[in-house]
């Protein structure tokens, strides 16, 4: 998967250019964020949206959700195109929005029955999806205003996004203080690093929700996009998507991804998991587990645009949705409307319901830690 732009870095250190020289040649297309109105909450709340690009990447992110609400990158022509899905408005997102593109927590994917305990206390959660509570209850992070503002780094470019969440909302405890930093570095990955506290013991899981779609979105199914993930286990659930503890070997089974297939490959098999979500919505338990720095973990392709999607991460798990429940009522950014299948997610993630899975990795947060994590998104074509 040799990227074109690696290329020209290459290409320009054969021709005897130092690596500085070459940063310069590729920094033409380097543009620090500017912020613009992008619409009103209903009690007259401003929402913004900051562009951003560098390295062939093109970022537009929403102070609403943290969304991203479109990230355009090259083919293998170097014609650029939005692989994310979205909406034009605040008002569709605002509306009925599946987490389009949103910063999610306070705890990513479900928590059984909305219900844990810690250090002896139980909390209930907003529950809002069934009997469980999914992406941190009925107004997660992905419904907040938060506090953004742009920066340039020697050759990075970025997004700072801050906002604190209130001791007891959603259910949770603790006040949790949270920088959320969006860079694009001049080679057009998109890093993303997590960073909170809290004064009181809680829970944090914290994720991206792209909704990816290599080949453009709205240009139909990603089916065909070919998929590898380093896992060679997975956390199976039970009807409700709740892990039942167990990790699966993914040998023998559709969830085995660690030799590139197509997404559709398996994806009809009557398979009593594939069953329960509909297609795949699990979690895949990363070979690589916890680690200090990010790891590639996963590697996505549409064979039709060349486009290639690298995802490197800190985190021990992966969940990897198949846009199921996208059932051709929304229509998206470029006016097309988005049928079951039309993208993916690979949320990088600590296990869902962890806080109920005592052989699960931690996501405990105690007064005194600092709770960080990174995923990087690597493009080429
Ligand atoms: C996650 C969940 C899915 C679904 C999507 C959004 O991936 O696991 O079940 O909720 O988010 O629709």
């Not at 130092?18 to 500017?34: K, L």
């Not at 992070?141 to 959603?170: I, Q, S």
Request: hydrophobic letters at 35%.
């Amino acid at each position: 998967m040799e990227t074109s732009r690696r290329s020209v870095i290459t290409a320009a250190a054969a021709a005897g250019l130092s690596a500085a020289t070459a940063g310069t040649a590729r920094a033409t297309d380097r543009r620090a964020p500017v912020r613009e109105l992008f619409g009103r909450l209903a009690d007259g709340t401003k929402v913004h949206r900051w562009s951003l690009e560098n390295g062939g990447t093109r970022l537009k992110v929403l102070s609403y959700g943290g969304i991203v609400q479109s990230l355009e990158i090259p083919d293998r022509h170097g014609r650029h195109r939005n692989v994310s899905l979205g909406f034009a408005t605040l008002e569709e997102y605002v509306a009925a929005s599946p987490y389009f593109g949103a910063l999610i927590g306070r705890y990513g994917n479900r928590i059984g029955k909305g219900r844990f305990t810690l250090d002896g206390k139980a909390y209930q959660l907003s529950v809002n999806d069934g009997e469980n509570s999914l992406h941190g209850g009925a107004r997660g992070f992905d419904k907040r205003v938060w506090d953004v503002e742009g920066f340039t780094a020697g050759p990075d470019v970025g997004l700072v996004l801050h906002y604190t969440a209130a001791d007891g909302e959603m259910g949770y405890p603790g006040t949790l203080r949270m920088k959320v930093t969006y860079t694009l570095t001049r080679r057009g990955d998109w890093r993303v690093d997590y960073a909170a506290t809290t004064d009181r013991a809680t829970v944090v899981n914290l994720t991206s929700h792209v909704y990816w779609n290599l080949a453009g979105e709205g240009s139909g199914s990603v089916y065909d996009h070919e998929l590898r993930i380093a896992a060679s286990r997975y956390t199976p659930v039970d009807a409700g998507l709740i892990p039942t503890g167990e990790l699966a070997a993914v040998a023998g089974t559709p969830f085995d991804f660690r030799r590139a297939k197509t997404v559709g490959a398996d994806i009809r098999e009557a398979n009593q998991q594939l069953l329960y979500g509909k297609g795949i919505d699990h979690n895949w338990a990363l070979d690589k587990g916890i680690t200090a720095r990010p790891e590639p973990v996963a590697a996505l392709r549409d064979p039709s645009s060349g486009r290639t999607l690298r995802i490197a991460t800190t985190e021990p798990g992966l969940q990897f949705y198949s846009g199921n429940f996208l059932d051709g009522t929304l229509v998206g950014t470029g006016g097309h409307i988005y049928r079951q299948g039309d993208a993916l997610c690979l949320e990088t993630q600590h296990f869902p319901d962890s806080p109920n899975q005592p052989s699960f990795p931690s996501t405990v947060l105690r007064p005194g830690a600092t709770y960080r994590t990174t995923t990087v998104h690597s493009f080429g074509a």
